[in-house]
């Protein structure tokens, strides 16, 4: 653990914890231009899980901020975003892993990526690597072309110390990566942060 409360994912690795309904969470990138992919799943059902999709499509727009729910697979609200020092977010692109690796970047050895991250963090949990869906991916700057939607992976608008925080709406189970590609991290690899607020207890 960090100070302050925080705790450090450590570069191109992963982790899962629980959030009781009402909990905050904090991710924030230290040194900046550092992704974070997050996962939700309702802890009491588990094929109840983040969708891109459903969120998208209610908030019919691709960039979400301070405010916005985000949506499960089942149209309920897994977790707001309650304070946003960024503004830029990614909930298009699937976790990063070995074949993305391979088939982009032509890796012939492969890092398992945030794909392999997630899924052996969730493992404990009972969520195999089939059930982990597109992730809201933490400061990942994907900007669209509005017209040929065309997209590219630009450099994360993140800089040291910013930070976003989601509310649960749900009793959640949470995967949470320092992201291990290097172009969504403008070409390094760094560790992220994350503080977890408790429901009723001061920051």
Same mark, same amino acid.
């Given at each position: 653990? =960090?100070?302050?409360?925080?705790?450090?994912?450590?570069?191109?690795?992963?982790?899962?914890?629980?959030?009781? #309904?009402?909990?905050?969470?904090?991710?924030?990138?230290?040194?900046?231009?550092?992704?974070?992919?997050?996962?939700?799943?309702? &802890?009491?059902?588990?094929?109840?899980?983040?969708?891109?999709?459903?969120?998208?499509? !209610?908030?019919?727009?691709? !960039?979400?901020?301070?405010?916005?729910?985000?949506?499960?697979?089942?149209?309920?609200?897994?977790? #707001?975003?309650?304070?946003?020092?960024?503004? &830029?977010?990614?909930?298009?692109?699937?976790?990063?892993?070995?074949?993305? *690796? &391979?088939?982009?970047?032509?890796?012939?050895?492969?890092?398992?990526?945030?794909?392999?991250?997630?899924?052996? $963090?969730?493992?404990?949990?009972?969520?195999?690597?089939?059930?982990?869906?597109?992730?809201?991916?933490?400061?990942?700057?994907?900007?669209?072309?509005?017209?040929?939607?065309?997209?590219?992976?630009?450099?994360?608008?993140? &800089?040291?110390?910013?930070?976003?925080? *989601?509310?649960?709406?749900?009793?959640?189970?949470?995967?949470?990566? $320092? =992201?291990?590609?290097?172009?969504?991290?403008?070409?390094?690899?760094?560790?992220?942060? !994350? #503080?977890?607020?408790?429901?009723?207890?001061?920051?």
């Amino acid at each position: 653990m =960090c100070a302050e409360g925080r705790h450090e994912i450590a570069p191109r690795s992963g982790v899962a914890f629980t959030l009781d #309904r009402g909990d905050r969470l904090t991710v924030i990138d230290p040194r900046g231009e550092q992704v974070a992919d997050l996962l939700a799943f309702n &802890r009491h059902d588990t094929d109840e899980v983040l969708s891109s999709g459903r969120t998208l499509d !209610y908030a019919s727009r691709i !960039y979400l901020t301070t405010g916005d729910p985000l949506y499960s697979n089942r149209s309920n609200v897994l977790l #707001r975003i309650v304070e946003d020092s960024v503004g &830029r977010h990614d909930f298009l692109l699937t976790p990063c892993s070995a074949d993305t *690796f &391979r088939i982009i970047y032509g890796d012939a050895d492969p890092h398992r990526g945030c794909f392999g991250n997630l899924a052996a $963090a969730l493992a404990p949990y009972g969520i195999g690597p089939d059930r982990i869906p597109v992730a809201f991916n933490c400061f990942m700057n994907v900007p669209v072309d509005g017209t040929t939607g065309t997209f590219h992976v630009a450099p994360p608008l993140s &800089r040291a110390g910013d930070h976003i925080t *989601f509310e649960a709406q749900a009793d959640l189970i949470i995967g949470l990566t $320092a =992201c291990s590609a290097l172009q969504s991290n403008n070409g390094s690899f760094k560790p992220i942060h !994350y #503080r977890i607020v408790r429901a009723g207890k001061a920051a």
